[in-house]
Nanobody, 114 residues
Framework: VQLQASGGGLVQAGGSLRLSCAAS????????MGWYRQAPGKQRELVAT???????TYAASVKGRFTISRDNAKNTVYLQMNSLKPDDTAVYYC?????????WGQGTQVTVSS
């Protein structure tokens, strides 16, 4: 199983990006899909998660600006990022969890210029 993240890039402050992460291979039932990020010199932190029951959690720093969604038929999770700030600059990683397994994507760079 591989998770392929895409959609990162360079954007000016106030702009928007949409990240996608799709799983390939036989993955089974995905309980939680999520996005995490890691800025230079900092620990990886949770950005947002969505459960199979569509319960959603956001980090306080992105609430109201980011929206997570999932397409179960496509084994894909999305992260719509609006009103981006320079502090959002990081490598964004997707994460899928089942009942007995967890997979990470390779990361996609998001850079927000001031």
């Amino acid at each position: 199983v591989q998770l392929q993240a895409s959609g990162g890039g360079l954007v000016q402050a106030g702009g928007s990006l949409r990240l996608s992460c799709a799983a390939s291979g036989s993955i089974g039932s995905i309980n939680i899909m999520g996005w995490y990020r890691q800025a230079p010199g900092k620990q990886r932190e949770l950005v947002a998660t969505i459960t199979s029951g569509t319960r959603i959690t956001y980090a306080a720093s992105v609430k109201g600006r980011f929206t997570i969604s999932r397409d179960n038929a496509k084994n894909t999770v999305y992260l719509q990022m609006n009103s981006l700030k320079p502090d959002d600059t990081a490598v964004y990683y997707c994460n899928f969890e089942g009942s007995r397994w967890m997979y990470w994507g390779q990361g996609t760079q998001v850079t927000v210029s001031s």
